[in-house]
């Protein structure tokens, strides 16, 4: 059984990212994987042992909530040693990086990834298109961000903005997320693997450790054609 954990989504739900957790199920599914998918609120405690974890995007005040929640016994860094994948959306990217500053108070994050957050000069809203290395074909959401984020030495990025702003919106061949073994942060809405059913599918063969049987999904595919053929 695969174990999917949504985590806090009633902090970090603002974006609508909960629908990550059921584009992984529901493809899981239809690769012949049985899957499930537990919440886990801000009061409970994370468990260890599943195999897909996924933060999503919030507002400043919430955000600052969940990371103090999963400050008190890392139990996400724990499972990610354990080598569980882990997809953090916008805010879950920022707080699980080195650090981000919050109202000008600087905090620590979970450090799964060496990057740092601090509020840019204008919020970074609308359509965004990236060319990630991992896949063909570029990956498409949507962003709103007043936090920019700047990669540690060495770090790699997610991918190369095409359209839109990423980490710093700088704009077209600027960064967006960071990526570290099987942890995946990005500023991209969307849901994002709703979006890009190539990127829900990765992670499913992350978790499992091997390929898994083509997924033929007419409509998602040309959901995901549609949106990149429309961010442009
Ligand atoms: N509150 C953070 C920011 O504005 C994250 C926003 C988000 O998750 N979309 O940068």
């Known amino acids: 059984m695969l174990e999917i954990?949504?985590?806090h989504n009633e902090l970090l739900g603002t974006?609508?990212?909960r629908g990550n957790a059921d584009v992984l199920a529901f493809r899981a599914g239809l690769a012949g994987?049985?899957?499930?998918?537990?919440?886990?609120?801000?009061t409970d405690v994370i468990p260890t042992t599943a195999d897909i974890y996924l933060l999503g995007g919030?507002?400043?005040?919430?955000?600052?909530?969940?990371?103090?929640?999963?400050?008190?016994?890392?139990?996400?860094?724990?499972?990610?040693?354990k080598g569980a994948?882990?997809?953090?959306?916008?805010?879950?990217?920022?707080?699980?990086?080195?650090?981000y500053?919050?109202?000008?108070?600087?905090?620590?994050?979970?450090?799964?990834?060496d990057v740092r957050t601090v509020p840019g000069h204008r919020r970074l809203v609308g359509d965004i298109s990236i060319k990630s290395d991992l896949f063909e074909q570029p990956l498409t959401g949507f962003e709103n961000h007043g936090g920019v984020t700047t990669l540690g030495e060495g770090?790699?990025?997610?991918?190369?903005?095409?359209?839109?702003?990423?980490?710093?919106?700088?704009?077209?061949?600027?960064?967006?997320?960071?990526?570290?073994?099987?942890v995946f942060g990005t500023y991209l809405h969307g849901p994002v693997l709703?979006?890009?059913?190539?990127?829900?599918?990765?992670?499913?063969?992350?978790?499992i450790g091997s390929e898994i049987t083509p997924i033929h999904d007419e409509l998602a595919e040309r959901y995901a054609q549609w949106r990149r053929a429309a961010t442009k």
């Not at 994987?33 to 801000?42: E, Q």
């Not at 005040?61 to 016994?73: D, G, R, T, V």
């Not at 709703?194 to 978790?207: I, S, T, W």
């Open 5 to 7: 954990v949504r985590i």
């Open 194 to 207: 709703a979006r890009n059913p190539q990127f829900a599918d990765l992670l499913l063969e992350r978790a």
């Open 58 to 81: 919030a507002e400043d005040a919430a955000q600052a909530l969940s990371l103090a929640a999963m400050k008190k016994n890392m139990a996400l860094n724990k499972a990610v040693d």
């Open 85 to 99: 994948v882990l997809l953090a959306i916008c805010a879950g990217f920022q707080i699980i990086g080195t650090s």
């Open 15 to 17: 974006y609508g990212d």
């Open 155 to 182: 770090v790699a990025p997610f991918g190369r903005v095409l359209v839109g702003n990423g980490n710093t919106g700088d704009g077209a061949g600027s960064l967006d997320g960071a990526i570290n073994g099987n």
């Open 101 to 113: 500053v919050n109202r000008d108070e600087e905090q620590s994050g979970l450090g799964l990834l």
């Open 33 to 42: 994987i049985k899957a499930r998918i537990r919440d886990i609120a801000y």
